[in-house]
């Protein structure tokens, strides 16, 4: 500055204040779902100040005629540099703040409940598998474990539900968020009448927009509305998946409850079967035994024998109608779960397991009358 003066056969007293510049920073970063495990990106904004020292000239000096003749290019910079400094200071003066958006969703907290739950669950799977592989392990023990699950999964699923209620909840709500403008200022969707031309059709788990409307609109809307319905649109398709997956993890978390309890069966069934093969070889030992017992207490062997054969003959017969229980339970179970689907892709199925069951069932009752 002082070289520009001097050209001019001038010196200046220059004075420097402190002025606060404000800058808008916007970008991602990323950040890792405990939930799916793959990185998202979170949206951030904010202002950074920053102190500068602008220099004022207070007075003039005459230093006497320049030394060489003044270039016309130094008059205009000189001039055009205090332009630039008006207009800054000007600009920094009249700016709008910006305001900082909350990142984090209004159900965070439930998501994370949800995943300690998913962890907790996974854990007891994974002890499950391993007493499978511990031949100390007795049913008792196989049968805690599956009770426990039982009961993490009912938790899950009770966070799970009270999640989907959350997630309607935004839904219902979506019209008032806040949307900024181009200004700084903030104003619902609904403020902004921009509601009109999209909704969410809670029937069909679809988001609809008025094409035909938003298409005239096109080139004559001003872009603070047009950028105001992209989001509004944006946002219910992200709170729409939220709640399909939502939904998904509830199914899954029932389907899963039927499993363990079914296994849990089995293990007893086994377990039972284990009780039944000792009792029927000792009861076996027991006969081979009566044989060899002298011929003159043959007629009371053979009572034995026969009073022994029958209840072998019984609790084989009872074992048998447990195990087509089971079979016909299990074929009651499936037809449920293919009859919850509506595409009719599993019909033919469906008309063979009805069939089989009803055939089970009538061979069943065959065997209770003999």
């Known amino acids: 500055m002082q070289d ?37 990106t979170i949206e951030y904004e904010y202002d ?54 909350n990142p984090y ?30 031949h100390t392990k007795t049913y008792k023990d ?33 019209a008032n968020e806040k949307f900024e ?38 080139g004559s809307l001003d872009e603070d509305t047009g950028k105001a319905i992209e989001e509004y649109v944006s946002r219910l398709e992200e709170i729409r998946d939220q709640i399909q997956d939502t939904e998904d993890a509830i199914e899954d978390a029932k389907d899963q409850i039927i499993e363990v309890q079914r296994r849990g069966r089995q293990e007893y069934l086994d377990f039972e079967q284990q009780v039944y093969d000792a009792v029927v070889n000792q009861r076996q030992q027991e006969i081979d035994t009566l044989n060899e017992i002298n011929s003159s207490i043959k007629t009371a062997a053979d009572k034995t024998i026969k009073a022994l054969q029958d209840e072998i003959q019984k609790e084989r017969q009872e074992r048998e109608n447990e195990k087509a229980q089971e079979d016909l339970y ?18 033919l199925e469906i008309q063979k397991l009805q069939e089989e069951i009803d055939n089970d069932q009538q061979s069943y009752y065959d065997r209770m009358v003999d």
């Open 4 to 40: 520009y003066f001097a050209a001019i056969g001038f010196v200046p007293d220059v004075e420097y204040t402190t002025d606060t510049v404000t800058s808008h920073m916007y970008g991602y970063y990323p950040v890792l779902n405990a939930k799916t495990g793959k990185v998202d």
């Open 48 to 101: 950074a100040k920053q102190d500068i020292q602008v220099p004022q000239i207070t007075d003039l000096h005459y230093s006497g005629p320049p030394a060489r003749k003044v270039n016309p290019q130094i008059l205009n910079t000189m001039a055009d540099n205090a332009k630039t400094d008006n207009d800054k200071s000007s600009s920094s003066k009249e700016e709008k703040p910006k305001y900082w958006k």
């Open 105 to 134: 969703d209004e159900l965070y907290n439930l998501s994370e409940k949800i995943n300690s739950s998913l962890r907790e669950r996974e854990k007891l799977e994974h002890r499950y598998q391993d007493m499978l592989e511990d």
């Open 142 to 174: 196989l049968s805690k474990n599956s009770a426990q699950e039982v009961a993490s999964l009912r938790k899950q699923l009770a966070l799970q539900e009270q999640m989907l209620s959350g997630r309607k909840g935004q839904m219902a709500k979506v």
């Open 181 to 218: 403008d181009s200004e700084g200022n903030l104003r619902s969707y609904a403020s902004m009448g921009v509601t009109k031309y999209a909704w969410y059709d809670e029937a069909t788990q679809t988001v609809q927009i008025d094409w035909k409307t938003l298409e005239g609109l096109s």
């Open 330 to 347: 299990d074929k009651e179970m499936r037809l449920a779960y293919l009859q919850r689907d509506t595409s009719g892709g599993n019909e």
